[in-house]
């Protein structure tokens, strides 16, 4: 099933030339969910246990605001 879908996938993430956050988040916005989930997963994973507390404080007041 994930081959089907290849031509529906945004693919990888480009180069961040309008800032990190600006391309991260024009290349969310073209993801499917499975493919946005797949992504945040592996980036969870990879993140040292600091940086995820840090990162769901900022992510809850975001959610929040």
């Known amino acids: 099933m994930e081959a089907a879908l290849g031509d529906?996938?945004?693919?990888?993430?480009i180069a961040a030339f309008d800032?990190?956050?600006?391309?991260?988040s024009s290349w969310a916005a073209?993801?499917?969910p499975f493919e946005a989930?797949?992504?945040l997963w592996a980036?969870?994973?990879r993140m040292p246990d600091?940086?995820?507390?840090?990162?769901?404080?900022?992510?809850?007041?975001?959610v929040a605001a």
């Open 43 to 45: 980036i969870w994973q």
């Open 50 to 62: 600091q940086a995820r507390g840090r990162f769901l404080g900022y992510a809850q007041g975001e």
């Open 8 to 13: 529906l996938r945004a693919g990888m993430p």
């Open 37 to 39: 989930k797949a992504y």
């Open 30 to 32: 073209l993801t499917t």
């Open 19 to 24: 800032g990190i956050r600006a391309e991260a």
